[in-house]
Nanobody, 117 residues
Framework: QVQLVESGGGLVQPGGSLRLSCAAS????????MTWHRQAPGKERELVAT????????NYADSVKGRFTISRDNAKNVVNLQMNVLKPEDTGMYYC??????????WGQGTQVTVSS
């Protein structure tokens, strides 16, 4: 049974940092591309960061480039999103997604990030 569980969200002041984690079970994470998305209130869900399976190539939305870093911890079967220099516009629910695991995409339940003073 494929399951993704996000953690690490919270309230942080502008300029601060958070590290989100997405723990995978039911499949070997390093064999699949993984993505992080976010959704602000009243807005559509947007892609934030991607990491491929082979080679671990990363890609980022322009709005987070240079501030966010996606990475995998293969030993723990976890994908992380390090978020630095956070801005109020980074506020939203953050979700991880596993792509094409046995033909299906899977989402986690999300973790809330609030950037506010």
């Amino acid at each position: 049974q494929v399951q993704l569980v996000e953690s690490g969200g919270g309230l942080v002041q502008p300029g601060g940092s958070l590290r989100l984690s997405c723990a995978a079970s039911g499949f070997t994470l390093r064999n699949y591309a993984m993505t992080w998305h976010r959704q602000a209130p009243g807005k559509e869900r947007e892609l934030v960061a991607t990491i491929t399976s082979a080679g671990g190539i990363t890609n980022y939305a322009d709005s987070v480039k240079g501030r966010f870093t996606i990475s995998r911890d293969n030993a723990k079967n976890v994908v992380n999103l390090q978020m630095n220099v956070l801005k109020p516009e980074d506020t939203g629910m953050y979700y991880c997604k596993a792509l094409r695991v046995r033909g299906f995409d899977y989402w986690g339940q999300g973790t809330q990030v609030t950037v506010s003073s």
